[in-house]
């Protein structure tokens, strides 16, 4: 009898089971964070790090000399655990200002407005009744103020919330990005609370296009050159943020300096997050599940988990709900309405970055990958018509997809279905993949 190796895949809420012969499985690439054991809850591994500051100025100091404070906080798309971050952050406030006028500014980039109901049930009720919160409109140039130009050329211009407070701080996570390096820190700001163009211009296709704009890298990656400019700029003084384990539950937090705080949360991601790539014919990974896999924009990242570890032709699966289904018009018509992506691809890469328009990085991505790689996507089947007029496949379930993947390495040259190898990313997002 042949062994099998069982996989769950984070999908929505719950998994997605799957097993493949053992023989089969290359490899599995998976973080080493859940290998961080504390007997502390989550808040007290925050109010630790607050109480040791990077920089050593405590948050009650800063905001003695303040009237005002606007805290950034992270969108529905998410899942910074903000009920157990921000208790913490309110209270050393007021323990330094008792009268301090705070906003909590919401930083939804270029995302959709956060709903009522998503802020109530990210903050929790009692701070989403009693907290003062602002989201900010990316699109709504009365609502921003530039402020200064990156070192990119762009014009910087951010959420008036952000420039006219005394004391600007921020909550967020740190994890893997696919082509700002990381999450986190400066990305409060830039793209967190920035104007379209800001976003835009940062965001440029030779930027994306940038060898060192990937995942885990911060040297001499143009965008994150432009982040750090941005919050510099912007006066940002703060910051609490965490990292999470694979339940995302916090298993490190990093407070102070935002510069100090980051970088020092930087590296601990890279060491437990890095990864070897382990090639293979067929790549199987997921975007993490709820509220990662909310839609198929944010997939993105996770594919080119896969694509830094699968053979060039190999077929890429991925498993995402996509409960808010695709997640961005022009994304969509983007890929539905090309003739294929490499003339795609050809195109934005010609762009200018004056002339950088919405969801544009997203799709340069998203082409880069598909030139390489058939993608395979597992979700909800009122999706399969949009899946396949953006130039990928659909499939039911995990079995249909594994199937469908089998034959198309085949017919690319991969030797017979039962020789190909395959390697499981379950969380595509939790990854740093090298060579």
């Not at 990305?187 to 211009?201: A, R």
């Not at 293979?280 to 944010?298: C, E, H, K, R």
């Not at 089998?406 to 379950?426: F, H, L, N, W, Y």
Request: charged share 20%.
């Amino acid at each position: 009898m042949t062994d099998t190796l069982h996989f769950d895949i984070p999908y929505g809420r719950g998994t997605l089971p799957l097993e493949i012969p053992a023989g089969q499985v290359e490899g599995v690439l998976t973080s080493r964070v859940d290998e961080i054991r504390s007997d502390r809850g989550e808040a007290e591994i925050v109010r630790d790090a607050m109480a040791h500051p990077y920089g050593g100025t405590a948050l009650k100091e800063l905001a003695a000399a303040a009237s005002t404070c606007t805290v950034i906080i992270s969108d529905h798309t998410r899942p910074v655990p903000s009920r157990v971050i921000l208790p913490p952050m309110l209270t050393e406030l007021r323990e330094g200002n008792p009268d301090i006028d705070i906003t909590l500014l919401v930083a939804t980039g270029c995302h959709r407005g956060t709903t009522a109901a998503e802020l109530e049930a990210k903050l929790g009720t009692e701070i989403y009744q009693n907290e003062k919160i602002v989201v900010h409109d990316a699109t709504d140039p009365d609502r921003n103020e530039k402020i200064g130009v990156l070192p990119s050329g762009a014009d910087l211009i951010i959420d008036k919330t952000a420039v006219h407070t005394d004391l600007l701080i921020a909550e967020g996570f740190i994890e893997p990005h696919f082509f700002a390096g990381f999450s986190g820190g400066r990305k409060s700001v830039l793209p967190g609370i920035c104007d379209k163009v800001t976003v835009f211009g940062n965001h440029c296709a030779k930027f994306i296009n940038d060898p060192a704009a990937r995942t885990g890298i911060l040297a001499d990656n143009p965008i994150h050159t432009d982040m750090v400019s941005a919050a510099r700029q912007a006066h940002l003084a703060y910051i609490v943020n965490v990292v999470l384990d694979e339940g995302q539950r916090v298993a490190a937090a990093y407070a102070g300096d935002p510069f100090a705080a980051h970088e020092a949360g930087c590296g601990m991601v890279l060491q437990y997050f890095r990864t070897r790539a382990i090639p293979a014919d067929i790549g199987i990974t997921s975007n993490g599940g709820a509220p990662l896999d909310q839609n198929v924009y944010q997939c993105v990242k996770s594919m080119t988990a896969a694509e830094a570890t699968v053979r060039d032709g190999g077929p890429i699966i991925i498993c995402a709900e996509c409960a808010d289904g695709i997640g961005g018009d022009s994304f969509y018509r983007a890929l539905r309405d090309c003739r294929d992506a490499q003339s795609l691809l050809a195109q934005i890469s010609q762009v200018p970055q004056a002339e950088t328009i919405q969801d544009q990085w997203q799709v340069q991505i998203l082409a880069r990958i598909l030139i390489h790689h058939p993608v395979i996507m597992v979700t909800r089947p009122e999706l399969a018509e949009a899946i396949h007029e953006m130039k990928m496949h659909y499939a039911a379930n995990l079995q249909e997809a594994l199937q469908m993947a089998r034959r198309m390495a085949a017919d690319s040259g991969c030797r017979d279905t039962q020789e190909q190898k395959i390697t499981v990313i379950p969380n595509g997002i939790s990854v740093i993949v090298t060579d």
